[in-house]
């Protein structure tokens, strides 16, 4: 397994989980960039977040970045983009990207380590506010995601937004038999992800979408909405999905921070 330095919070478990999302970094990277169906995600994504963040640009944080691919699909539509995220190797592959992307003359994000959960403790997040915080497919695998959402809200402005794009992955709870494409080898989601992992994680086993409609109004967002991304699924039948996955509806979650308050 390739090693990270440690957490910047969280203790054991995330530095587990920063791990093993190093081990997947290169493959995970491959996949959301080359192949059939890439070009047609790149439109659709850009569609999605267009329509979730709207015209005017806009100063954005987007937590749990990965690999860079929402950031930079921001920052190509005209936003002031800064990426966070744990895994060092997720964090290569931003960056790697972002320089090339800059050697073009390309829109690109700027990306830094820190913790999805307490971003406000990183330096160079503090400069605050933002108009909206960002996130694809992190809820399910956040810890304490009530007070993450908070930690996010604090750093926005009144009336800002915060959009996020999950699924119900394990409704049933985590599959460990999933083989993935990374260099910790093929069992290194089902060894992560264990029972232990599950029990900390409590949307990593939600139900339904309400679960993260709940979540934003317990961290006190307003105006929370859903929107199901039934184009994702018709990606998916046509494509296939990433070895071990399987396809489940995904919803974009927007909620917005009160202009006072309570």
Not at 122 to 138: F, G, H, I, K, N
């Amino acid at each position: 397994m390739n090693q990270t330095t440690t957490a910047p919070h969280g203790g054991a478990l995330q530095q587990r989980l920063d791990d093993y999302w190093t081990s997947r970094a290169a493959a995970y990277h491959r996949r959301q960039v080359e192949g059939d169906r890439a070009a047609l995600d790149r439109e659709l994504w850009t569609r999605v977040w267009r329509g979730a963040l709207g015209p005017r640009p806009l100063r954005v944080l987007d937590v749990g970045t990965g690999s860079g691919y929402v950031a930079h699909v921001l920052a190509e539509l005209g936003h002031d983009v800064l990426g966070l995220d744990s895994a060092d190797g997720m964090l290569a592959e931003a960056r790697r990207d972002a320089e090339g992307r800059r050697r073009e003359g390309r829109p690109a994000a700027r990306f830094v380590r820190g913790d999805a959960v307490r971003p406000g403790d990183t330096d160079e997040v503090r400069d605050a506010p933002y108009d909206a915080v960002t996130s694809r497919y992190l809820l399910w695998t956040l810890r304490e995601p009530v007070d993450a959402l908070r930690a996010w809200s604090a750093l926005v402005r009144p009336g800002g937004t915060i959009a996020c794009v999950d699924a119900n992955w394990y409704p049933g709870g985590i599959d460990r038999g999933v083989a993935v494409e990374s260099a910790a080898g093929p069992d290194a989601f089902g060894r992560t992800y264990d029972l232990g992992a599950e029990a900390a994680l409590p949307l990593a086993t939600a139900a339904d979408v309400d679960a993260f409609v709940a979540t934003f109004e317990a961290a006190g967002l307003v105006d929370v909405r859903t929107e199901r991304l039934d184009e994702v699924a018709e990606l998916d039948r046509r494509f296939g999905v990433s070895p071990g996955h399987e396809s489940r509806p995904q919803h974009l979650v927007t909620g917005r921070v009160p202009l006072t308050l309570a």
